[in-house]
């Protein structure tokens, strides 16, 4: 079966965590239908980019702890019944990140996030989740395939990008890539270890994502800072060992 027919089918198949298991990514799926992600884009934008004075970065992050409609996408059957076929029946959602990129925004670098995350063990099944449409031109995910089978080294130079650390291009072979034009509505999965990156925003408009991020209830989350414990949220099942600080979903 070749890649466009798995995506069809609603749960996991066999050959599809196969799939996953060879490249380290699967999709793109339908989350929701354009005209739906047309409503919470509404919302979203309303909510999180007009009414919302924090600053950029706290709006940007973990926004399913507030905002209904962020829950309602992370939630969704289509992406938490595909990501317990990969990590199981139990599964916490640990952070919410929105991929904005302005127009004309920088690219983000080739990185694999197990280079940044703390969680013990890293276990991490991230979604791409296209709140725009995202394209060739504004930057949209691209994906590294049989990367997620161990850390490469990451050069650190913070004077180089905001990111701070990165693969060395070099150590890549990017004719390889696979970029993500995505719908909107529609969303990808990667996991801890998949290097990915994305190009500049040569566009005249904004290109925005969201990223849940989702672990499994073994996995200790790294806290907020001063020890403080960071809240996460139960997609799924059972939080069978009680080693973090549950908030329920936004009402
Ligand atoms: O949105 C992008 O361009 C990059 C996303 C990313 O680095 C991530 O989801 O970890």
């Known amino acids: 079966m070749d890649a466009a027919a798995l995506a069809e089918?609603?749960?996991l198949s066999r050959a599809e965590i196969d799939l996953w298991h060879e490249q380290g990514f699967l999709g793109p799926y339908t989350l929701?239908?354009?005209?739906e992600m047309a409503r919470l884009r509404a919302r979203i934008d309303d909510e999180i980019f007009t009414k919302d004075q924090r600053p950029d970065w706290q709006r940007l992050h973990d926004r399913h702890l507030d905002v209904p409609e962020v829950w309602s996408l992370c939630s969704n059957p289509a992406l938490v019944e595909r990501v317990a076929g990969l990590i199981g029946p139990?599964?916490?959602l640990w952070r919410t990140n929105f991929q904005l990129k302005a127009a004309g925004g920088d690219a983000v670098p080739w990185h694999q996030d197990g280079a940044y995350?703390?969680?013990?063990?890293?276990v991490l099944v991230s979604a791409?989740?296209?709140?725009d449409e995202a394209t060739r031109e504004n930057g949209c995910l691209q994906v590294m395939p049989g990367t997620h089978h161990a850390p490469i080294p990451h050069l650190v130079d913070s004077s180089k990008s905001a990111f701070g650390k990165e693969i060395d291009r070099g150590a890549l072979d990017l004719a390889k890539s696979v970029a993500f034009t995505l719908?909107?509505?529609q969303f990808v999965l990667f996991n801890e270890n998949t290097a990915h990156g994305s190009?500049?925003?040569?566009?005249a408009s904004r290109r925005l994502g969201l990223s849940p991020r989702i672990t499994v209830p073994f996995v200790r989350v790294p806290p907020i800072g001063q020890g403080q414990p960071r809240p996460v949220s139960l997609l799924r099942g059972r939080d069978y060992?009680?080693?973090n600080r549950l908030l329920p979903p936004p009402g």
């Open 32 to 35: 929701v239908e354009p005209e």
């Open 9 to 11: 089918t609603p749960t």
């Open 117 to 122: 995350y703390g969680l013990e063990p890293c």
């Open 183 to 185: 719908r909107p509505g």
């Open 241 to 243: 060992l009680g080693l």
């Open 90 to 92: 139990d599964l916490i």
């Open 128 to 131: 791409w989740i296209a709140v």
């Open 199 to 203: 190009e500049a925003n040569r566009t």
